[in-house]
């Protein structure tokens, strides 16, 4: 899909010009159960990514956790998933015995998971490229494609700072944690992180995974999102 380029935008910001906007979708958390155990649960996003008018993306994301189980695969939208089970389908009634399931109408309940704001910023083209040959390429080439550093900031509502680099390269982008800091009182319990973003027929999907000191990177969250 073309990605069209607002004339009062920054040029500084090209690289993000796809990612700009409201998105809103669903996905899944991997939260820790009582007994340490992963719990998924299904979420619901939104992402605003706008200009900051100094060179900056400024960026909010709220993530929702429902009283959900997670979608199956992850990042399929659950309300979209079948509603009926086989035991509910073979009874064909309720409780009440008026053949209506009260449960299957019923909107999950959520509560606010997590609240994030920060910055991004363009740093430059990656080192060893050749921009010459890029910009004589067939616009749309892959040939045509560069690589760009990327360095973002994060304040959480969970207690964390963290300090992120890496690169886009077209509409994909992969972000790794540089330094986290905690407030005193922080629920967060993880050192490192990594963030994974693609534009797919026109959907953002992201994924966000994180490592704690005894741990590997594990997903956290997952989505698919929608312009909104």
Do not use: H
Not at 40 to 50: M, N, P, S, W, Y
Not at 67 to 83: E, H, I, K, S, W
Not at 156 to 168: K, P, R
Request: proline share 6%.
């Amino acid at each position: 899909m073309p990605i069209t380029l607002d004339t009062d935008l920054d040029p500084a910001l090209y690289p993000l010009a796809w990612l700009l906007g409201t998105w809103r979708g669903t996905g899944a958390v991997q939260l820790a159960g009582e007994q340490g155990e992963s719990d998924g649960r299904a979420i619901e996003q939104e992402l605003v990514a706008e200009d900051a008018g100094d060179g900056a993306m400024a960026w909010t994301m709220r993530t929702w956790v429902l009283d959900a189980p997670a979608p199956v695969p992850p990042t399929t939208a659950f309300a979209n998933a079948p509603a009926d089970d086989d035991d509910d389908a073979a009874e064909g009634t309720d409780a009440s015995g008026d053949g209506t399931d009260a449960a299957d109408d019923a909107e999950p309940q959520r509560r606010l998971l997590v609240a994030e704001s920060g910055f991004w910023r363009v740093v430059g083209p990656v080192l060893g490229q050749d921009l010459e040959a890029a910009a004589a390429a067939k616009p749309g080439s892959p040939e045509a494609v560069v690589s760009y550093e990327l360095e973002a900031t994060f304040a959480s509502s969970q207690g964390t700072v963290e300090v992120c680099v890496g690169e886009v390269r077209g509409p994909r982008i992969q972000l790794a944690t540089d330094t986290v800091g905690r407030s005193d009182g922080s629920s967060a319990a993880y050192s490192s992180s990594t963030r994974l973003f693609g534009l797919v027929g026109g959907r953002l999907m992201w994924l966000l995974e994180r490592a704690t000191e005894t741990s590997e990177m594990t997903p956290y969250l997952s989505l698919e999102l929608d312009r909104a």
